[in-house]
């Protein structure tokens, strides 16, 4: 069988992010690990931005898919 991969949560990786950043900007960490974790913020940055992509591409397509070029502006029902 063959294993599904796990689906990237955007959410939880950009909290994970904003932890790693949060702890780096104390000064506290040795040099050490300070790159480890410099290291893994680069990746989940990397991630982020690929799920972003992969979003936006979504969106094009299915505005395409629609017979519509461009967006229209959102109009709320006040009911």
Avoid: W, Y
Avoid at 10 to 37: C, Q
Avoid at 38 to 67: D, M, P, W, Y
Wanted: negative net charge.
């Amino acid at each position: 069988m063959t294993k599904k991969p796990k689906a990237f949560d955007f959410e939880k990786s950009l909290d994970e992010l904003e932890k790693l950043v949060a702890l780096m900007e104390e000064g506290d960490l040795t040099l050490e690990d300070s790159l480890k974790h410099f290291e893994s913020g680069i990746a989940l940055t990397r991630s982020c931005q690929q799920a972003l992509v992969e979003a936006e591409q979504k969106v094009r397509i299915l505005i395409s898919n629609h017979g519509k070029d461009e967006l229209e502006p959102f109009v709320a029902d006040d009911k």
